[in-house]
Each structure stands twice: as C-alpha cells, then as structure tokens.
C-alpha cells in the first residue's frame, strides 16, 4: 500500500520556524519527485516546492524562495520543508505528494492535479 504522511504542522508566530516532514511507503521513493503543495479555500491548491529525488534539483513558489528549503533524504524515505520567516498569508493545510515526472522549472508545481500519490496534510497556522 502506498502511503504518504506529513507531520510537524502547528501554530507558530509570524516570523517564526517549522519543519515539515513526509515520509514515503510502498513505492520505490528515489525514483519520484517529492512536492508539497498547501491549500486554503481563499486560494485553493497551490505548489510550494519539489525536489527530484534522482538528482536533487529543487523549485519554489515564487512568494516562499528564500523562506522555505525542501530536502530529502533517500535512506529515510522523507522530504523535508523548512518553512522559516512564517507569515500569516502561510497558513494553510500543506500536503506532500509524489511524482514519476521529472520537474523541470517551478511550472511543474501548478500541476498538482496530476500528482500520482498524496498525503493527508499537516495544518499550518500562523498567528499575528
């Protein structure tokens, strides 16, 4: 069964720092890229960030470059989102989801509606 999970979401102050995680199961994790996509009902779905697990290119939404690093460490089977200078406009459910197409720009986050497998989400609050 092919399992994706997040973990580390929480309430934290503007400015302040968290590190989400999702760890992968039932699938062969090197050979996908990993995204984390967030969503709120005032903006829908949208894509954060993704890494390619083969050669550990990575692209950002524009508005979270510099703030947020995606990595990933194979030999765990989990992608990791630093997500550090929160700003309230950051609150939403992020949720992680894999991928057999290579990304190729930060283009490739907006096609979160072709992502082979997904996560449940970790909710994100930042308070003023």
């Known amino acids: 069964e092919v399992q994706l999970v997040e973990s580390g979401g929480g309430v934290v102050q503007a400015g302040g720092s968290l590190r989400l995680s999702c760890t992968g199961s039932g699938f062969t994790f090197k050979d996908y890229a990993i995204a984390w996509f967030r969503e709120t009902p005032e903006k829908g779905r949208e894509g954060v960030a993704v890494i390619s697990n083969d050669d550990g290119s990575t692209y950002y939404l524009d508005s979270v470059r510099g703030r947020f690093t995606i990595s990933s460490d194979n030999a765990k089977k989990t992608v990791y989102l630093q997500l550090d200078n929160l700003k309230q406009e950051d609150t939403a459910v992020y949720y992680c989801?894999?991928?057999?197409?290579?990304?190729?720009?930060?283009?490739?986050?907006?096609?979160?509606?072709?992502?082979?497998?997904w996560g449940r989400g970790t909710l994100v609050t930042v308070s003023a």
């Open positions: 989801a894999a991928d057999t197409e290579k990304p190729y720009s930060s283009q490739w986050l907006k096609y979160w509606y072709s992502m082979d497998y």
